[in-house]
């Protein structure tokens, strides 16, 4: 596992593969890219679960992620502000202070994506 910056995750704009990490959930090239070299696919563990339980009314959810002190909160919104879900993650290493990540329903499965792959 190496350091990961946001210029790192700047390379990615749109997708060429899906990644399957569930029955419904996939993976874009950045947001496998990110799990694998961050060793974060707890993230996307956390959102897969989370946007099952959110359901499929709100199509498009936006995954708001804060890290201080080794410690993380993530926050599920409905991409106008309102929040449906926060979930505190005790620890993390995860180099990065702040994320956005998408999580879209393409009426099968939940992609989820780096905002610069929406």
């Not at 993530?74 to 990065?96: K, V």
């Amino acid at each position: 596992m190496s350091k990961l910056t946001a210029r790192d995750l700047a390379q990615f704009t749109g997708t060429t593969c899906c990644y399957r990490i569930g029955t419904q959930h996939l993976l874009t090239d950045g947001t496998h890219y990110l799990a694998e070299k961050a060793g974060c696919y707890w993230i996307m563990d956390a959102v897969s679960s989370h946007v099952a339980e959110i359901g499929t009314e709100d199509w498009f959810i936006v995954v708001r992620i804060e890290v201080e002190d080794y410690q993380a909160v993530m926050r599920y919104e409905d991409g106008n502000g309102r929040e449906q879900a926060r979930q505190a993650i005790p620890y993390t290493d995860l180099s990065l202070s702040e994320l956005t990540l998408y999580a879209v329903w393409d009426t099968e499965h939940w992609v989820i994506m780096l905002p610069s792959e929406y």
